[in-house]
């Protein structure tokens, strides 16, 4: 009894209740306790053995408190963080510069657009007396385009990818080459080819870096616009009496989309070309539409409308009305 005694008061609680079972058994069959297990303190419930620090001479045993690593200790820890922070950090630089630079290819192309259209509406005022001033004047302001906000364009897009940024850029390009190919179908009756336009822009480039090059998706795009503004010009010329003229610009037209037909469904990206293939359609049909009725009623009106020749009033049944 005096030896479970004292071992009761070395092991938790648990262990003291199994020993009180072996009081009867001999004193070489019992088990020896582990030395290691401290008596616990007085009034203790707790079932898990606990180890607690020898007090010092000086006074009791204060608490370890748990530290960071110093960077002395972790230097290649801290090495590794640091390299991190720094690839993130000009991965971060380089999106803001991406960044700001499309904000600036979006302003340009806004300017581009702009002038362009100013462009297009100075070529609408055409007619018989003033071609040739109106004419010449639209290609100075084309040429003041190209110089001054083509050029940032140029300058902002060099040496870069130019796919990567086409979404900002693109209207402004597919502005301007409408206006360019409406000035030339103008003055020569022709289209003007992607060759011809991109031979243009070398000049405002450096020739050290890769130049900026309009690629022919926005010049098909630009191509799909200028029906629209060619539809406008032909309803005009009829209302002038110039009915040939109309219908040159019908056939030439007609012949854009016949064209455009063959090759739009063989593009990978062409949502935005179809939409402008329906519109082009339209475009097409409002100009046959025009010319089948001067040809077919021209003799009621064309006269009225400014016609060069002797008017002719048979219509009227007064064939031999005296002027």
């Not at 180890?51 to 690593?69: F, I, N």
């Not at 971060?92 to 960044?99: P, S």
Request: hydrophobic residues 40%; glycine residues 6%.
């Amino acid at each position: 009894a005096e030896t479970v005694g004292r071992a009761s008061q070395m092991v938790p609680l648990r262990v003291c209740h199994r020993l009180v079972h072996l009081r009867g058994l001999p004193s070489s069959l019992r088990l020896p306790l582990p030395s290691t297990m401290a008596a616990p303190q007085p009034g203790c419930k707790t079932l898990r053995p606990t180890t607690t620090s020898s007090p010092s001479p000086a006074g009791p045993a204060t608490k370890r408190s748990r530290t960071m690593a110093t960077d002395a200790a972790a230097s290649p820890a801290s090495a590794g963080c640091s390299a991190m922070k720094a690839e993130f950090t000009g991965h971060a630089e380089y999106l803001n510069a991406l960044n700001d630079k499309r904000e600036r290819l979006v302003k340009a192309s806004r300017d581009v657009t702009m002038n362009s259209k100013k462009v297009i509406f100075q070529v609408h005022r055409i007619s018989k007396n003033n071609k040739e001033e109106v004419l010449s004047k639209a290609e100075n302001d084309l040429a003041a385009v190209v110089n001054q906000y083509i050029g940032k364009l140029v300058k902002e897009l060099q040496g870069t990818d130019f796919w990567k940024l086409r979404r900002a850029y693109t209207p402004g390009v597919q502005e301007y080459i409408e206006a360019a190919t409406f000035c030339r179908f103008c003055k020569t009756g022709t289209l003007l080819g992607l060759a011809e336009i991109n031979d243009s822009l070398l000049a405002l480039s450096d020739k050290s870096i890769e130049p900026l090059q309009i690629n022919v998706l926005d010049y098909l795009l630009g191509v799909a616009d200028l029906s629209g503004e060619l539809m406008r010009l032909a309803i005009g010329r009829i209302s002038d009496g110039e009915v040939e003229y109309a219908k040159n610009i019908c056939a030439f037209v007609r012949d854009i989309y016949r064209e455009l037909t063959l090759l739009v469904p063989l593009m990978d990206d062409n949502n935005e070309m179809k939409k402008k293939m329906e519109v082009m359609l339209q475009s097409v049909v409002k100009i046959e539409n025009a010319c089948f009725s001067v040809h077919v009623r021209g003799s009621e009106y064309i006269p009225m409308l400014g016609s060069s020749g002797e008017s002719d009033y048979a219509f009227f049944g007064a064939a031999d009305y005296d002027q």
